[in-house]
């Protein structure tokens, strides 16, 4: 007979925080469909379609850059409710960030207020829920906590640093390397939920 002590023991060991799979409860076809909206909005990142979907389509690239993102946050969130450390306010923060951020792409013109305190908010939550499984876990929900961190400080980052080089935002390496992480980003997602 295991007491609680026991049992909150057993979860410090190495092998049980080796996490290479998180059942979500939702249809492998939702996880698939979440799966090519983030590889769509991946390829939307780059400068040129970014620019002719926010002036012709804000509410379609709205959609792309959230609907996948969110379906791929929540499926993770439930699949760490059976976790020692599930993080589920902090996944509930990122969602809903993320629906913000949705009506500020929307209404960019109306809410440009709002888009600011998203970007600056966002890595506000993302950098710590990354550390912390990072810290907490081992194996593919490992690797996705890294990909959180390096993902977040590459989109909000590198364009600064490329800004100030003088390079200029609509040079093809930035879009490259943005779309490059995004692809790897939305692949760590579906690797463990699959």
Known sequence: MHSQTDDNFDYTRNDKRIINHLTSGLPQWVIIAAFIIMVAAAVCTITQIDSWFKEHASVAIALIN??????????????????????????????????????????????????????????????P??????????????????????????????????????????DITLDAIIVIIELIYAWQFYRLLR
Do not use: D
Not at 69 to 77: F, G, I, L, R
Not at 92 to 106: D, P, Q, R, T
Not at 115 to 121: D, K, L, M, P
């Open 66 to 127: 959230t609907v996948g993102m969110v379906t791929m946050y929540y499926a993770t969130m439930r699949g760490m409710k059976r976790l020692y450390h599930p993080l589920s306010a902090l996944w509930i923060i990122v969602i809903a960030l993320n629906i913000i951020s949705f009506v500020a792409i929307m209404f960019e013109e109306a809410l440009p207020e709002v888009s600011f305190v998203v970007a600056c908010a966002l890595p506000l939550c993302y950098l």
């Open 129 to 170: 829920l990354g550390a912390l499984i990072i810290i907490w876990y081992r194996g593919l929900l490992q690797r996705l906590g890294i990909w959180m961190i390096v993902r977040i400080l590459v989109i909000f980052l590198l364009p600064i640093a490329w800004y100030m080089l003088g390079i200029g935002l609509s």
